[in-house]
């Protein structure tokens, strides 16, 4: 599995990682079943510690992202649609948080900005 980590950012390892897995995971490029390349094996494909892979895999793992197996590893759960929606939902939110504030702070309204929207969602077809 490819990832691209740095240590430039000032997001963790551990969510790059986590974040990067589940993006593959709601993208469909890995799906239900799936198994995920060990712990060690990517700690060290990727360079990063054991452990740093282990907690990014436990975050995932609560999140109901994947699964282990003892003996067996980690594989990508089984996501119904309503879990799928959410989880863009929330990214979506995330995403867009930041952009909004500081939008808002360069003295654009919110007519101004759902105006905005409206016409992103215009252009974007009948979805």
Do not use: C, W
Not at 50 to 77: C, D, M, N, P, W
Not at 79 to 97: F, G, N, P
């Amino acid at each position: 599995m490819i990832l691209n980590l740095t240590d430039i950012s000032d997001e963790p390892l551990q969510s790059q990682i986590s974040r990067q897995v589940r993006a593959k995971i709601l993208a469909g490029e890995l799906g239900a079943g799936d198994n995920l390349p060990s712990i060690r094996g990517l700690a060290r494909d990727q360079r990063v510690s054991v452990i740093t892979v282990q907690r990014a895999y436990e975050y995932l793992e609560r999140e109901g992202l994947i699964h282990s197996r003892r003996g067996k590893g980690f594989f990508v759960s089984e996501l119904s649609d309503k879990t799928k929606k959410e989880m863009a939902k929330t990214r979506l939110l995330e995403t867009l948080q930041a952009p909004l504030l500081a939008a808002l702070a360069e003295g654009l309204s919110k007519a101004d900005i759902q105006q905005i929207v409206q016409l992103l969602l215009a252009q974007s077809g009948d979805n």
